[in-house]
């Protein structure tokens, strides 16, 4: 009796990967991706309970609320809970689980996959698109299309883990997170240096025939690149500030156009 | 400006397939390299579609939804830029500058897209109680496509009916205004940076931003990927080195107590 328990197939796990494609379907304010995770996680909810309206009408209530989760990370959390759902374990178990996972495990995503890879992607695709290459675009497309593909290593791990010690995960990834950051931060000081261009265009006269130009005699004297730290300090402070970004674009363009008209950019 | 209409057709297809997955970020085919590639190759100059998409890519590196507030939008930050680069023959770091206004109001669009999505949660509930697990399915289903919907009206009436209004428009700009948009466009990306420096900078990784910041400046690289492989070493140093030092520690602990006795 106890294996007819068993329903979630191989094939259903890889089905959910191209199911996942809904947990920002109808994102909204209220519950942010919890429209979309019950989406994610009804046909197999349904499978388990079968014919038990009543469970089935509980399940998916509870996997309706408010749900913000990173979307590779979802499905490590959906193939541990689906397994949970299998095993009948209690209610309250996999809601806490699900309630208390969810932002850990986008902070671990967002980490790794906004932070880590996003700065690199953009940084090396894009210099060798600004080259007028169109193979930085092909390699970040490629990447991108690999990213999602891995959502079927996660479903099935998290599936896998079951209800193993989810504490070991936890050690594992707090050194993970410190080394991503090592690498994101290192990766980020080369694209300040590389890839923000500002140069001042003022000179000053010494006599009528020669002009000395201030980014070149100053600033790149100092260090070339100085005034790109610059203004990323002066972003990273506006921001922290909470200076939305959208004002700060345009605080940007600003500056810059007024900076044009006198003449010294 | 000279986008024909079968031209405009084919971009608010593209809109409509990067703006779903906007709404769903799968595949990443909203980032502005992606779409202003696209775009240019339904343009016909790919070159200045990905020129522009990797000067806009950049901006937006930092900008990310995880943060909370909706940044500009990177599907019609693309998409216009490259409308400006391959349509009117902007230069790709000035039509950076000037997509943003469109990207800034189809952020506005976004924000109404997400308020009107949370009434979709009460057929939601009533879908729950009556078990209704495809209606749950085709609410989300349609939610996305509607999204693309908007992407793609939003696309033709710029890329098409505006065009005129457009031309007219960058005709009329004076020169240091074109300036000091191109200026604008090189400084972007330090919004960007400074926007991921805020999720993941703490004082103790100052010593690897300089140094990436030192490798890049002097280390005549032509591309960041020598950097990141340098930012990988010192990560896996990290990761490996500490567990080996937390029990080389323990053990010369235990050393110490015993030549103590």
């Given at each position: 009796m106890k294996e007819s328990n068993y329903v979630i197939t191989k094939?259903?796990?890889?089905?959910?990967?191209?199911?996942?494609?809904?947990l920002q379907g109808t994102f909204n304010y209220e519950r942010y991706q919890g429209s979309g995770w019950c989406a994610m996680m009804a046909p197999y909810l349904e499978k388990i309970y079968g014919d038990d309206k009543?469970?089935?009408?509980?399940?998916?209530?509870?996997?309706?609320?408010?749900f913000n989760c990173q979307l590779i990370m979802t499905m490590f959390l959906?193939?541990?809970?689906?397994?949970?759902?299998?095993?009948?374990?209690?209610?309250?178990?996999?809601?806490n689980l699900r309630v208390s996972l969810f932002g850990p495990l986008a902070g671990i995503g967002d980490s790794l996959f906004w932070f880590t890879l996003m700065p690199i992607m953009a940084g090396v695709c894009s210099s060798m698109a600004n080259e007028g290459s169109l193979v930085g675009p092909a390699i970040y497309f490629i990447v991108y299309i690999a990213v999602f593909l891995s959502k079927y290593f996660f479903v099935h791990a998290g599936y896998k883990m079951g209800a193993t010690s989810i504490s070991k995960l936890g050690e594992k990834t707090k050194d993970l997170s410190t080394a991503a950051s090592i690498l994101g931060c290192t990766v980020i000081g080369g694209l300040i240096a590389t890839l923000i261009t500002f140069n001042i265009k003022t000179t000053i006269s010494i006599t009528d025939?020669?002009?000395?130009?201030?980014?070149?005699?100053?600033?790149?004297?100092?260090?070339?690149?100085?005034?790109?730290?610059?203004?990323?300090?002066?972003?990273?402070?506006?921001?922290?500030?909470?200076?939305?970004?959208?004002?700060?674009?345009v605080g940007i363009l600003v500056v810059c156009l007024a900076l044009s008209l006198v003449g010294i950019v | 400006m000279s986008v024909t209409l079968f031209q405009a057709i084919l971009l608010s297809i593209w809109g409509l397939i990067t703006g779903t997955d906007r709404m769903s970020e799968?595949?990443?085919?909203?980032?502005?390299?992606?779409?202003?590639?696209?775009?240019?190759?339904?343009?016909?100059?790919?070159?200045?579609?990905?020129?522009?998409?990797?000067?806009t890519e950049l901006a937006f590196a930092g900008l990310t939804p995880a943060g909370g507030a909706i940044p500009p939008d990177p599907v019609i930050a693309g998409m216009m830029g490259a409308i400006f680069a391959c349509g009117a023959g902007v230069n790709p770091a000035a039509a950076v500058g000037l997509a943003l206004p469109f990207s800034v109001l189809m952020q506005y669009v976004l924000v109404l897209l997400y308020t009107g999505y949370a009434f979709f949660m009460k057929p939601l509930d009533r879908m729950i109680d009556k078990c209704d697990v495809k209606g749950i399915i085709r609410l989300n289903i349609f939610g996305l496509?509607?999204?693309?919907?908007?992407?793609?009206?939003?696309?033709?009436?710029a890329s098409y009916l505006m065009q005129d209004a457009i031309s007219a428009l960058i005709r009329i700009i004076p020169e240091w205004f074109m300036n000091g948009l191109e200026v604008a466009g090189g400084v972007m990306p330090a919004l960007g940076f400074g926007m991921l420096l805020t999720t993941m900078f703490k004082v103790k990784y100052t010593p690897f931003i300089v140094i990436g910041f030192l490798a890049a400046t002097y280390g005549g690289f032509n591309n960041i990927l020598p950097v990141a492989l340098i930012g990988a070493a010192f990560a896996m140093y990290n990761y490996f080195f500490k567990k080996e030092d937390t029990v080389s520690a323990v053990m010369e602990n235990g050393g110490g107590e015993d030549e103590g006795i």
């Open positions: 094939k259903d796990l890889n089905q959910s990967v191209w199911r996942s494609i809904l009543e469970e089935l009408r509980e399940a998916l209530k509870d996997n309706s609320g408010f959906q193939g541990l809970l689906l397994s949970l759902y299998e095993k009948k374990q209690s209610r309250d178990l996999i809601n025939a020669a002009s000395v130009s201030i980014q070149e005699a100053f600033f790149d004297q100092i260090i070339p690149g100085f005034l790109p730290v610059l203004i990323t300090v002066l972003m990273y402070y506006l921001i922290k500030k909470k200076v939305s970004p959208t004002v700060l674009i | 799968a595949f990443f085919w909203f980032r502005p390299i992606i779409v202003a590639t696209g775009a240019g190759i339904i343009l016909g100059d790919p070159v200045h579609g990905a020129m522009v998409g990797g000067l496509f509607l999204a693309g919907v908007v992407y793609m009206v939003f696309t033709f009436l």
